[in-house]
């Protein structure tokens, strides 16, 4: 069975494996039983809630008893226990010299290091690690308390839950509170919850007619670090090596006593150095709180071991866990680039993949120069290769995520540095502004508590040192922007290969309009006007749509804020964004008119307010050829498919009485594609069953936006490297 009580759950574990061995009349006995507990701390997710609430040392110590506790030190550990009853003869229970609890320490962590053949091989040959008695376990269930990190009960009346837990155990063991020689306590490093737990110590185990001997109190918290689940089962098994050795060990950090353990007047020893007991024999108490409400009071019996053998190191079959730095093993090798690890993004068009830079221990790096959109988005590829991509598994991964891949699923699943971001600032005092002293971006709002810059903010021109971090099979992606020192200015202008550098240039700009079947079409710059884009559009039928992309990418997209947006109600250019969907620029002509599309985009000031007013006017009204009334008079069709990897529809010719389209099959023999009425996708042609050819039965269904997965397949049964595609409409609408 599973349990969790907190820092209780070892304990609560040794609790119910006691009461599973014991022969009560209740069920039939276990012959042995197993209690284990482990805890691992493998990420950092929860350090800042427990740092919020206060539970862990500033000093990274546990400080527990000590004036200057202030919390505890996390650590990790597994142990197990392994327990059998007490051998029987003459329907006695007596004290034998076999094994009845097993462990093994190593360091910081506590694990079961053999199996059961192992154990029974060893009990005959009657040779022994050590051994112990558990007198009695109790386990009280109590939530009430103060808090989170204080037990039950305040002073005078101190805590009873943990009071009742013990006097009752002391009771089942059939033995007086004095017996008691010392308690191995729970001594988490809390300033109140120390001071109580002393003072229930001291209250359950002795009572004022009978103060002597003093109660021995100690924590091995403040050796090991508070490891939580396993803190219980590691304070029992430091009780039974101290009772075979027959000394008590000290308490760490304890310079000064606890003011509220009232010491003076309290029969309790709270251990500094190493004692020895009384006698060869002793009762040792172990207590185990969870915040939960848990109390859980074991009572063990041992004796000094005169005669102790070791047996030596018992290597464990089993693999060792590797936890972070170690990064739970090594990378699969179809994991790993070939060559180098490659971005690719926003900046260059999502093509020509640049490779990163090693920097050593498993470092990767790239910089990112940020664009006039004042954000980025990128994937890493492996070797420069489209179907090996680490990717955040979502849209607009933020730094710091998980690293999905290498795979050909992260399409639309890219790292987004955000240059636009920023945080809510708390409102100024007026003191300060009359000073003022607001820094630059909340000096010129209009409020108080006007927006501040995050740790991303940037500006056109900043640089942003991109990291793949690879440690085992681990792997994360984080950036952080290099000084201001190391801006770069934007080219206003192309080199002369036409081409942008890597994330150093300004985009280029296409118009993708329903008078081109929402091909796109490049804006030309103004070579006097810098920041100006210009395109013509020529309609061959009464009006169109458009929208402006960067740089080809439907993920930055200039759109008006509401659709069919015509010149007299332009408003605010939104984007580039990919929420643009339906939301159009309108041009109100004719057939055969022309218009001149101007974008015009520059930032107002240095703290990088964006202005990317669109305008258009009508040109002189072209003649309209006969072959232009014609084309006017037809609907268009598109041809998009797998040898454009789906991203660019392209126009299907009209020729003696159907459409056509040739292409050119490639290297895997086959290719697939759609139709799209329009070059709209959400108006598609397709079959009804995917890889349909002329050699199957299919229908032709559509125009329909549902058509995912539903492609005609070209190659599978024709060979031949070249095929033509004739869509044949007729009249009244209907498609054969």
């Known amino acids: 069975m599973t349990l969790d009580t907190d820092a209780s759950s070892g304990a609560t574990a040794l609790y119910l494996a006691a009461e599973s061995v014991q022969r009560k009349g209740r069920a039939v006995p276990n012959d042995y039983a197993v209690a284990i507990s482990a805890h691992l701390l493998l990420a950092a997710v929860w350090w800042p809630s427990h740092c919020a609430s206060g539970w862990l040392c500033p000093e990274g110590r546990c400080m527990t008893f000590d004036a200057s506790a202030a919390g505890y030190v996390r650590g990790d550990g597994v142990a197990a226990v392994a327990v059998k009853p007490m051998t029987l003869l003459d329907g006695n229970y007596v004290t034998s010299e076999e094994l009845l609890l097993r462990f093994a320490v190593r360091g910081l962590r506590v694990q079961l290091s053999m199996t059961f053949e192992q154990l029974s091989s060893i009990l005959h040959r009657k040779h022994y690690l050590s051994s112990a008695r558990v007198a009695e376990t109790c386990e009280k269930p109590a939530g009430k308390g103060a808090s989170l990190a204080s037990p039950h009960g305040l002073f005078p009346n101190l805590s009873p839950a943990e009071q009742e837990a013990i006097a009752e155990a002391i009771r089942n063991a059939s033995i007086s509170p004095a017996d008691v020689d010392a308690v191995e306590c729970h001594g988490a490093g809390g300033f109140l919850a120390d001071a109580i737990e002393v003072g229930s110590m001291a209250r359950a185990h002795r009572s004022e007619e009978q103060r002597d001997p003093p109660l021995l109190l100690s924590a091995v918290k403040s050796s090991m670090g508070n490891q939580i689940e396993t803190s219980g089962l590691a304070g029992f098994l430091k009780t039974i090596y101290s009772s075979q050795y027959g000394v008590m060990t000290p308490n760490l950090h304890l310079r000064q006593a606890n003011p509220h353990t009232d010491l003076s007047d309290q029969p309790v020893s709270i251990l500094s150095e190493c004692t020895e007991y009384k006698m060869p024999s002793s009762f040792v108490g172990v207590m185990s709180r969870g915040f939960g409400g848990s109390n859980i009071y074991l009572i063990t019996w041992g004796d000094v071991k005169f005669n102790k053998e ?136 209009d409020s108080a508590a006007s927006s501040k810059p995050s740790a991303d903010f940037g500006l056109p021109g900043d640089r942003y040192r991109v990291q793949l971090r690879v440690i085992g099979r681990w792997r994360t992606v984080t950036w952080e922007r290099l000084p201001s020192e190391q801006r770069v200015e934007l080219a206003t202008q192309r080199d ?79 984007g580039p964004d990919d929420l643009g969907h339906g939301l159009n620029w309108f041009l109100n002509g004719r057939a055969g008119d022309a218009f001149r599309i101007e974008l015009r985009r520059s930032l107002e000031d240095t703290q990088g307010t964006d202005t990317k007013p669109v305008s258009w006017e009508c040109l002189q009204p072209d003649a309209v050829s006969q072959t232009g009334l014609e084309r006017a008079s037809r609907r268009s069709y598109c041809i998009v498919g797998s040898w454009t990897s789906w991203q660019e529809p392209q126009e299907m010719q009209w020729e003696e009485g159907c459409y056509r389209y040739t292409l050119q099959i490639g290297g895997l023999g086959e290719e ?34 549902n058509a995912h997965g539903l492609n005609w397949t070209v190659g599978r049964q024709e060979e031949r490297n070249t095929a033509g595609i004739i869509a044949d409409s007729c009249s009244c609408g209907q498609f054969q």
């Open 310 to 445: 070791s047996t030596g190191h018992v290597i464990s079959q089993r693999d060792q866990i590797m936890f972070w730095p170690g990064g739970g093993g090594a990378l699969e090798s179809d994991a790993q680039p070939a060559r180098a690890y490659t971005v690719v993004g926003t900046w260059s068009q999502w093509h020509d993949a640049a490779p990163m830079e090693a920097e050593g221990n498993g470092t990767y790096s790239f910089t990112v120069t940020l664009g006039e959109n004042r954000w980025e988005q990128f994937q890493i590829w492996l070797d420069g290769d489209p179907n090996r991509v680490l990717h955040p598994g979502q849209a607009k991964g933020y730094k710091n995520s998980n690293v999905f891949g290498p795979d050909s699923l992260g399409h639309g699943c890219n790292w987004l540095i955000d240059g636009c971001a920023e945080l809510a600032a708390a409102p100024a005092s007026p003191q300060i502004r009359e000073l003022d002293l607001l820094p630059p971006w909340q000096a010129n709002g």
């Open 496 to 574: 002369q290969a036409g081409l942008l550098a890597q994330g150093q240039g300004q985009g280029h700009y296409y118009i993708a309009g329903s008078w081109n079947d929402w091909s796109l079409q490049e804006m030309l710059p103004d070579p006097n006007s810098p920041g100006v884009f210009l395109a013509t559009a020529s309609l061959w039928r009464s009006g169109g749509e458009f929208q402006i992309l960067r740089n080809r990418d439907w993920t930055q997209v200039l759109h008006p804020s509401s659709p069919r947006t015509s010149r007299d109600a332009l408003g605010v250019v939104q």
């Open 672 to 705: 697939s594609f759609q139709i799209l009425l329009d070059g709209l996708r959400e108006r598609a042609l397709h079959p009804d069953r995917p890889d349909a050819n002329p050699h199957m039965s299919h229908v032709l269904q559509g125009p329909s936006m």
